[in-house]
């Protein structure tokens, strides 16, 4: 079992930055965000792969990052130019497989692990 601990959510004015961080207690192979606002399902936001794969929502393309250090057991994601768009509970997730399919990296059913979750708030 892999517990994953969340930090760095917040409030930020709009066009502000914010740098979320997942920790997790053991190897994973993939690890990636997903966000969830009110009355809304779950998306997929970015995720990386052990070897720093990595794949974004086109709506957060070319503003978020996502990077890993892989010592750490870490994943981190900058965003950039945020807009109150993004306001949502933020969810760090990981796996211990590796994906073989493009398409798994954006589904959450092919997670085996989530965070608690981390508010962050854009207002304009």
């Known amino acids: 079992q892999v517990q994953l601990v969340e930090s760095g959510g917040g409030l930020v004015q709009a066009g502000g930055s914010l740098r979320l961080s997942c920790a997790a207690s053991?190897?994973?192979?993939?690890m990636g965000w997903f966000r969830q606002a009110p009355g809304k399902e779950r998306e997929f936001v970015a995720a990386?792969?052990?070897?720093?794969?990595?794949y974004y929502a086109d709506s957060v393309k070319d503003r978020f990052t996502i990077s890993r250090d892989n010592a750490k057991n870490t994943v981190y994601l900058q965003m950039n130019s945020l807009k109150p768009e993004d306001t949502a509970v933020y969810y760090c997730?990981?796996?211990?497989?590796?994906?073989?399919?493009?398409?798994?990296?954006?589904?959450?059913?092919?997670?085996?692990?989530w965070g608690q979750g981390t508010q962050v708030t854009v207002s304009s």
């Open positions: 997730t990981a796996d211990q497989s590796r994906f073989y399919n493009r398409r798994s990296y954006y589904s959450p059913t092919e997670y085996d692990y």
């Open positions: 990386s792969s052990w070897t720093g794969s990595t």
């Open positions: 053991g190897l994973t192979y993939t």
